[in-house]
């Protein structure tokens, strides 16, 4: 079919609704707020009102703008039994869980982890204009380096494959093979640069480590696992069929994840032709930029903020390269960012030299999401970014487009559902089980998804 030039292209931020198991199990290492807050008492209906807040938020001013559009991906089922089964855990329900929480507690919060709420890690997804078959491709992540991670990706690609369900517009891979040569964490470590909206763009894909370096100078983490390989980027890429000359790789540098950056969505973010980031974001930075622009054709607006400005541990727990970049460079570019970077006069100061820069950025707009945020998700964790045209649009037939109707509905669910306290122990009664199938039954109705889950077939 070959690279195309189609108007109507959309930005559509689908953002995770958060489980209701949403608790702090201290299940990431290398994600300091996950360690640090292990143990802490949840609140998953706030943590799900606050991300809905955000969505919505971003939905009202896209629909004002008309330049980007809001999606809704529902969360996984949890206790998760079938693993739970698969571990010889059998007899009712109730047996699975109180005898899986009994003798492997460690094993049985993991099956509980909400954590498919971060959707930046769910897939990573190419636009039709990037692919040489013309469709838009998505490869679930098999997030093979956090075991309570690793047993999202089959329930997210049958997601997905109900959401864009159309053989003519969209293509969906298996998640990699479960294995560290293969870890792959999604849209997390992958970026996408272009100046028009219209036209093939740069796919930009960051990875942690090569499992396999060519050169015996390599460096990888040593504290901490590097979560996504060389050889993982490299495969998608191929899979979703993008041209070589617009495809850069580039690796994380190791010393900002032995600094608790996990992702490179933690301490880099780009949008259009914008990207903000911090200089220990990559190894080889200078050829990282001069590959990009190189791609790109043209400038690209590269904001590089230094350390002595902003200190990697602030960086990390202030989260504002966890923001998420929206609208243009003809009307103007917002960062939207977690309430923890307001709080921090560094990045206060950083913000206002961004802003005050010649570049696409003029405005910034903060959000409450600390439940989340205390588990080590900002804003950008929490949306999978995916292009579309009208007619991909138009091919998605569930009910998974944030408007007011099914914001109202949405937020109805949470209050009828969810609860404001949780810790592991609460998870640990089948009681809670049958509240989460009940609520998520009546979500796939209202999301007209049909049956997804394990406990539905
Ligand atoms: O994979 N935290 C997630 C946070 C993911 C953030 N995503 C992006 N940066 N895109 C993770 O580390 C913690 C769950 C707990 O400890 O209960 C957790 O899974």
Known sequence: MGYKKYMGYKEYNFDGLVGMSHHYGGHSFGNVASSSNIAAVSNPKQAALQGLAKAKALADAGLDNGLWGQGILPPQERPFLPVLRGLGFGGSDANVIEQSAKYYPQIFAKCCSAASMWTANAATVSPSLDSLDGKLHFTPANLVAMYHRSVEHEVTGRVLKRIFANDAHFCHHDALPQNMLYGDEGAANHTRFYSDINMQGVEFFVYGAAAYPDSDDAVKPEKYPARQSFEASSIIARNHQLSANKTVFAQQHPDAIDAGVFHNDVIAVGHGNFMMCHEMAFLDKHKVYAELEDALGEKLFICEISNDDLPIEDVVSS???????????????????????????????????????????????????????????????????????????????????????????????????????????????????????????????????????????
């Not at 588990?375 to 929490?382: E, M, V």
């Not at 995916?386 to 109707?405: H, K, P, Q, R």
């Not at 009828?416 to 796939?444: Q, S």
Request: contains cysteine; glycine residues 8%.
């Open 319 to 457: 989260y504002l390269f966890n923001s998420q970049v929206i609208g243009n460079v003809r009307d103007g570019m917002s960062i939207v960012a977690p309430e923890e970077s307001a709080n921090n006069p560094k990045v206060q100061a950083v913000i206002g030299k961004i802003i005050a820069a010649n570049g696409p950025v003029n405005a910034v707009r903060y959000f409450d999401v600390k439940q989340s945020m205390q588990n080590g998700g900002g804003p950008a964790c929490l949306r999978l970014r995916v292009l579309m045209n009208d007619a991909e649009v138009s091919a998605v037939n569930a009910n998974v487009f944030l408007d007011d109707g099914l914001y109202g509905q949405l937020v109805d669910w949470v209050n009828a559902h969810y609860r404001d306290r949780l810790v592991i122990a609460d998870m640990a009664d089948v009681a809670f089980y049958n509240e989460c199938c009940v609520a998520l039954d009546a979500l796939t109705k209202i999301l007209k998804i049909g049956d997804v889950y394990d406990f539905q077939r």
